[in-house]
Antibody
Framework: EVQLVQSGAEVKKPGESLKISCKAS????????IGWVRQMPGKGLEWMGI????????RYNPSFQGHVTMSADKSKSTAYLQWSSLKASDTAIYYC???????????????WGQGTLVTVSS | EVVLTQSPGTLSLSPGERVTLSCRAS???????LAWYQQRPGQAPRLLIY???SRASGIPDRFGGSGSGTDFTLTISRLEPEDFAVYYC?????????FGQGTKVEIK
């Protein structure tokens, strides 16, 4: 069974750094792109970017590039999303998802993590 | 960037009714790479339809997708109680992927 298990909720202050994780199981982690999606409180879904764990290729939404970094550790079957300096506006739920239906990076996600709530407040 | 506009914003319906949700793109969606998701409160999104009209694994056949170019539709043939949720479309054909703003289907 394919599973993506995300790290737990975080409460941080503005300016702090953070790295959240998405641990995959039940499939070959290196073979499928992983995407990240943001959902701010009471709002819709926003596409942040995708990473290919097999080669660490990435594609970012320009709206997020430079503020977040996606990475992956094949040895741990885990993808990461990190910030070096959080802002209050980063408060949101962050989802990871395996990209499955399609070819290459243009594939729709079949499995989603449960989401990680990040709260940034002074 | 491809802007997706969903309509209507909210639908108030009764169980058993037929639902048609619209997703209009600001430019043609490459290779008809258009997906639909359902999100219930407190849950992660769930893929319903990919590549415009293909149902994801385990999705009931009351869900159907159609369209091409810039106009896409999600149809629910007969609403079940568990279908009351928010629905999003997403295009994943361009280098910057985008979601629509969502349509809420609520109980009348």
């Amino acid at each position: 069974e394919v599973q993506l298990v995300q790290s737990g909720a975080e409460v941080k202050k503005p300016g702090e750094s953070l790295k959240i994780s998405c641990k995959a199981s039940g499939y070959s982690f290196s073979s499928y792109w992983i995407g990240w999606v943001r959902q701010m409180p009471g709002k819709g879904l926003e596409w942040m970017g995708i990473i290919f764990p097999g080669g660490s290729e990435t594609r970012y939404n320009p709206s997020f590039q430079g503020h977040v970094t996606m990475s992956a550790d094949k040895s741990k079957s885990t993808a990461y999303l990190q910030w070096s300096s959080l802002k209050a506006s980063d408060t949101a739920i962050y989802y990871c998802a395996r990209r499955y239906y399609g070819s290459g990076s243009h594939a729709a996600p079949d499995s989603w993590g449960q989401g990680t709530l990040v709260t940034v407040s002074s | 960037e491809v802007v997706l506009t969903q309509s209507p914003g909210t639908l108030s319906l009764s169980p058993g009714e037929r639902v048609t949700l619209s997703c209009r793109a600001s430019q043609s969606v490459s290779s008809n790479f258009l997906a639909w998701y359902q999100q219930r409160p407190g849950q992660a999104p769930r893929l319903l339809i990919y590549a415009t009209s293909s149902r994801a694994s385990g999705i009931p056949d009351r869900f159907g997708g159609s369209g091409s170019g810039t106009d896409f539709t999600l149809t629910i043939s007969r609403l079940e109680p568990e279908d009351f949720a928010v629905y999003y479309c997403q295009q994943y054909g361009s280098s910057v992927e985008t979601f629509g703003q969502g349509t809420k289907v609520e109980i009348k």
